[in-house]
């Protein structure tokens, strides 16, 4: 866990219990409850991202059924026109 051997959690378990003595376990359920929050707000944040992510990809996903109709009559093309090339004389 973190790297951290089990000589060097024995040492931050005894400066947790000299710091917060007998107020340990409400400190511990404080930190607990806090951290649980910020989860709990994170992932509403992953959740606007994804909805945001969704609906741009609704957006420039063409639809099949929604594309308009291209008229028979229509001589140019659709796309976009360049110049022809004319050699040099």
Request: aromatic fraction near 8%; glycine fraction near 10%; charge should be negative.
């Amino acid at each position: 866990m973190f790297g951290l051997g089990p000589f060097e959690m024995v040492v931050i378990g005894v400066i947790a219990v000299i710091l917060f003595g007998g107020n340990l376990p409400e400190v511990a359920r404080k930190l607990g409850g806090s951290y649980r929050e910020f989860r709990r707000g994170l992932n509403e944040v992953q959740q606007q991202f994804r909805m945001a992510e969704n609906e741009v990809k609704k957006t420039f996903t063409p639809d099949d059924s929604s594309a308009p109709e291209a008229d028979e009559d229509e001589d140019e093309p659709s796309g976009p026109s360049v110049p022809k090339f004319k050699p040099p004389a």
